[in-house]
């Protein structure tokens, strides 16, 4: 695979920017720019700088002004443990109508094709939209550093986030790596072409199933050993969860306390889950007409053939299991016990 990287503007985004630096003894790095890479490095993102230097073709700064002032820069960043493979310079104004002048993409093609990233894993992080919009046609996400008030381009389509400085420009970076890694397992809803072709993949690959639903609010041990056993039944487990208004008709306006975001993120982050699939409806009948799973799950103390959803699951040749739960916990007891300690 290749590398991803972070597509760094310089000045204002890196460095302090006077305007039109020149001297490389006046160069200082912005505060929270070592600790923010360093997180980011510490994820094996490489980094590049991508800069407008319109002051050369102006004459307000010599070729050797700007080799001295970006070295300078490089070995701060060095001195922080930083390491930029390479700096990529526009020398042009807008009236010499260039193709590498940001918001122009000719720079960002040009790393492209010295450093062979991964688009879509890299991001780009720039003071101004002119920044982001350079990278929009290669589709890698922006991420905005610093006030930005301006009005000269509208919002780019590629920001994603407007961070006060690098460090939280970096933890947001994160934040959006840990969502991605398993967002493959989350799906918007049953009734969506993603679903279905992820369903009829699964029968063309001979892959028995079995699903479960569930509000799944609050994670305890008990969803999880209850969801482990469920997925020991079949090749694929997958969990229909109750979107929050159908956690509220179920348990009440103080329910969820995690929003459907958040339990499908959750969700998605169990090895034995492999899919995870919100559904509204009061019972989870509709859902499973889609699914169709060979087994269908549900915990507690009930008889399978007095389910609601028992008739569905045979009419179509599958079976209803129900499993025990593993004793001691709900979360309405977590709720009550942390409320105790209030
Ligand atoms: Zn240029």
């Known amino acids: ?198 369903l009829r993949n699964l029968r063309n690959e001979k892959k028995t199933m079995v699903f479960t639903n569930g509000c799944f609010d609050i994670l305890h041990p008990g969803h999880l050993q209850y969801l482990w056993q469920a997925s020991n039944l079949a090749d694929v487990l997958v969990v229909g969860l109750n979107t929050d208004e159908s956690v509220k008709k179920l348990k009440g306006q103080t329910r969820p306390v995690n929003n459907l975001k958040d339990r499908l993120l959750m969700l998605s982050n169990l090895s034995y889950v492999d899919a995870v699939v919100p559904f509204s409806e009061d019972t989870p009948v509709g859902i499973l007409e889609t699914v169709r799973p060979d087994i269908h799950v549900k915990g507690g103390d009930y008889i399978a053939e007095k389910l609601p959803e028992y008739t569905v699951v045979k009419k179509y040749g599958g079976r209803a299991v129900i499993l025990p739960f593993r004793k001691g916990y709900s979360t309405t007891g977590i709720l009550e016990k942390g409320n105790r300690r209030v």
Do not use: W
């Open 1 to 198: 695979m290749k590398d991803k990287y972070i597509l760094l503007d310089r000045d204002k985004t890196v460095n302090e920017d006077p305007g039109y630096l020149n001297d490389a003894s006046k160069v200082k790095l912005l505060p929270d720019v070592i600790s923010g890479l360093k997180l980011l490095k510490d994820f094996n993102f490489k980094f590049a700088i991508i800069t407008n230097q319109s002051g050369l073709s102006r004459g307000l700064i010599k070729p050797d002004e700007l080799e001295a002032v970006n070295n300078r820069i490089l070995e701060l960043l060095k001195e922080g443990g930083i390491f930029i493979e390479k700096i990529f310079v526009c020398p042009h104004q807008d009236e010499d109508n260039c193709g590498c002048r940001k918001p122009k993409d000719g720079l960002v093609k040009k790393a492209l094709q010295e450093i062979e990233f991964e688009p879509g894993r890299s991001y780009v992080v720039g003071d101004k939209f002119r920044d982001i919009v350079a990278a929009e046609s290669l589709n890698i996400d922006g991420i905005l550093v610093g006030k930005n008030e301006e009005t000269e381009f509208k919002k780019p389509a590629n920001l994603i986030f407007q961070a006060k400085d690098m460090k939280e420009a970096a933890e947001f970076i994160l934040q959006r790596e840990f969502e991605k890694e398993n967002s493959r397992k989350i799906f918007f809803s049953y009734a969506d072409e993603t679903f279905e072709n992820y």
